[in-house]
Nanobody, 125 residues
Framework: QVQLVESGGGSVQAGGSLRLSCAAS????????MGWFRQAPGKEREGVAA???????IYADSVKCRFTISQDNAANVLYLQMNSLKAEEGGMYYC???????????????????WGQGTQVTVSS
């Protein structure tokens, strides 16, 4: 069955960097649509970045030029490199997967069927 396991979260000061990883198994990783999502306490889950086939990427406007989503198809791992982190970007970060998602909907959490358990990111100001 599909399994997604996130890691790499932690505590960092504002302006710092973190790299999140999502180990995938149980499906053909290279052919799935993948995404990273964030949920802060008391807020709705929101899309951060999405990728397909290792090259088709999309980002939330708020993270463009600071975050980079990538995937290693040989290792079945999804990454999110986060630079210049802001205090308001703390929360639980989840990776998600599905077989097909229209381009215009790839940052919508309701479009993804499979989810990991999340990894916590804390950004202190």
């Amino acid at each position: 069955q599909v399994q997604l396991v996130e890691s790499g979260g932690g505590s960092v000061q504002a302006g710092g960097s973190l790299r999140l990883s999502c180990a995938a198994s149980g499906f053909t990783f290279s052919s799935y649509y993948m995404g990273w999502f964030r949920q802060a306490p008391g807020k709705e889950r929101e899309g951060v970045a999405a990728i397909m086939s290792g090259s088709s990427t999309i980002y939330a406007d708020s993270v463009k030029c600071r975050f980079t989503i990538s995937q290693d198809n040989a290792a079945n791992v999804l990454y999110l490199q986060m630079n210049s982190l802001k205090a308001e970007e703390g929360g639980m970060y989840y990776c998600a997967a599905d077989t097909f998602i229209f381009t215009s909907r790839r940052l919508r959490p309701d479009q993804y069927k499979y989810w990991g358990q999340g990894t916590q990111v804390t950004v202190s100001s």
